[in-house]
């Protein structure tokens, strides 16, 4: 979880930093929705007005109202509530919909509540599934029962748009009040306004006011009396060695009706014996808690990979027929080799200017890190830079965009492997600088298991680009990690494309059709996910070979290899286990020994050839290392 602490910095300073440019982000499209940074499931709220069956579910807690006179900035009647995805609401399936329980620091006239089904595609549907006026709803909190048969019953693998309608004036839009209150820190999908706000008629996410005071009120009478659900597990960093401390953090929610006062919790590996621990943690119904638990591991633990389950055998002294639980993997080692490179990996895209903000940051964050990183921007499809084969990539892990992954490690606890840094990168460039840094250097201190080296040869007649990527692994890597997979990537620095960028001083965003791109993913030489490697003993070789277009220009581009998990093995591979074992760059106009100048000018005229083996004038050469042909001999020349 080191990677979630680094990050909890940033979470504060967005509340303490003036809020980005505009504070609605659009949302669409609304796959995955599930909030990040956070594995918590629908909390309970306690309130007088309910009966012993009904159970308030959302974002917020109890009846607190932390901020009033919130508004969204847009003049006009808006909807606005939350969105809650379907894991969030699992607990709850089957159960009916009877009401929304929302918050207002003023009275209104008028209002509406509704309920809005989210398919498990990730598309909101068009229509309200139920709605209702409200009269006069008042200031503090409001509590509307549906009438009747208009009650909305949660299916499997739904989730709800839910709120209610709120009116702004010009005034209030341009003083930045309203009559909406909110509760906490922001959440995504905690606070959600639908409209048109500048991207396209859809779902905006208010990422600066904290937590919108809505919530669901649930009939829950249709629930089991003892139940748990649990919400989420991690152990920390997914490779250990034997001896080394797990740190088990487990989290889970009481999903029955009846006030759990007594617990037993259970720990095993791989089906061993488990160790049960009785706890007096008093849990009422829909309450969320967890459990922490530190176990050594035992000196003589194979090699290999290893399944932790983690359950709980019963409730209030009953125990459970079907036993609830979650498991998680995680690998043993022996052996390591040292980290060549950390693989920085980043979904950019040109009409974002976030995207501007994430290049000036990484490579700020990299000044200090020469040589330890290699770095590739993948550009989402339809941009002017898009590669082709970047797009399943795009799919896999870009969330949002701009957004970026280091070894494309996932990092038990977050929502995704990806991450980005959108809310901060315009207010705090210096701030976000810095914890880059931290990150990339933390990730540079993990085990590697694998080498990968690049030898590049290039023709300049033909443009023929060959490189012999080679390595080795560890004796017992097959056995940690299964069959692994070599991925080979040319990119392209200083290639000029439009990007729209955002003036600080201004305010104001533009398109800067000459804006100079840096590590442009050009080409996959290998498929996507990597080719397969074929080991002799613990090493391996293969060779590639690519034909530079003309729109291309050698000097400027870089190999990137990658050793991974191959994800064609038995089973698959979900894109949470696609870590880089290994990662290593090797720049074209550094490698000498990649440029071929036949020594058949036998005169003596001294010609001098750029690294990648074009010929240029004696006169006026700029800095940078030069290849010199006298006729007699071959040698490298720096011009400083």
Sequence with gaps: MKRLNIFLPLLALAMTVMAQPSSLTAVQPLSPVQPRMVFRAPLPVVSHALSSTQRAVGYTTGNDITTQNVGTGYAGTHAVGALMTADMLQPYVGCKVVGIRFALSASAQTSRIFVRKLGSDGVLAGADSVSQNVWHPHSGWNEV???????????????????????????????????????????????????????????????????????????????????????????????????????????????????????????????????????????PGGASSSVERV??????????????????????????????????????????????????????????????????????????????????????????????????????????????????????????????????????????????????????????FATVDIVPHYDNASRLLTLCVSG???????????????????????????????????????????????????AMLTAVRGDRLTMSGNTFTADYSFTVPQDMNPENMTAVALVSRYAGRQGGLGIKRMDILNANSMPMRSVADAITVPLTDKSSVVRYYTIDGVEVSAQGLRRGVYIVNDGTKQYKKVIR
């Design 145 to 283: 029962m549906l009438n009747g048969v208009k009650g909305y019953t949660i299916g499997s693998g739904e989730g709800l748009f839910f709120g209610f309608d709120v009116t702004e004036s010009a005034e209030q839009a341009q003083a930045g009040t309203g009559i909406l209150a909110t509760t906490g820190q922001s959440q995504t999908y905690g606070f959600v306004v639908e409209g048109n706000f500048g991207s396209g008629e859809g779902l905006y996410a208010v990422s600066d006011k904290g937590l919108l005071c809505v919530q669901l009120i649930v009939d829950v009478s249709s629930l089991p009396a003892r139940a748990f659900t649990f919400t989420g597990m991690t152990n920390g960093y997914q490779y250990k060695q034997p001896g080394e401390w797990l740190d088990v953090f487990a989290q889970y929610q009481n999903s029955g009706r009846d006030t759990i006062k007594a617990y037993t919790v259970g720990y095993a590996i791989d089906g061993n014996q488990p160790v049960c621990t009785d706890t007096a943690d008093v849990i």
């Design 295 to 448: 176990m050594q591991l035992p000196a003589d633990i194979a090699s290999g990979e290893h399944v932790l389950r983690v359950f709980i055998s019963k409730a209030n002294g009953v125990a459970f027929d079907s036993v609830p639980c979650i498991t998680d993997t995680f690998c043993v080692y022996r052996e390591k080799v040292n980290r060549q490179q950390t693989y920085l990996e980043q979904y950019a895209d040109e009409g974002s200017p976030y995207t501007a903000g994430c290049f000036q940051t990484m490579e700020s964050a990299q000044k200090d890190l020469r040589g330890q990183v290699a770095y590739v921007n993948i550009y989402r499809d339809n941009n002017v830079l898009a590669c082709p084969e970047g797009s399943s990539l795009c799919s896999d892990y870009a969330y949002t965009y701009p957004s970026f992954t280091m070894d494309r490690s996932y990092y038990p606890g977050e929502a995704h492997v990806a991450y980005d840094l959108n809310n901060y990168v315009l207010v705090a460039p210096e701030i976000v600088t810095g914890m880059m840094k931290e990150l990339l250097t933390d990730e540079h201190s993990h085990p590697a």
């Design 472 to 522: 080795t692994t560890t004796t017992e890597a097959p056995t940690v990690f299964g069959d692994m997979a070599l991925t080979l990537m040319l990119t392209e620095d200083s290639v000029t494309a439009p990007q729209s960028v955002y003036n600080a001083i201004t305010g104001s965003y533009s398109t800067d059709n000459h804006y100079v791109h840096n590590h442009v993913l050009r």
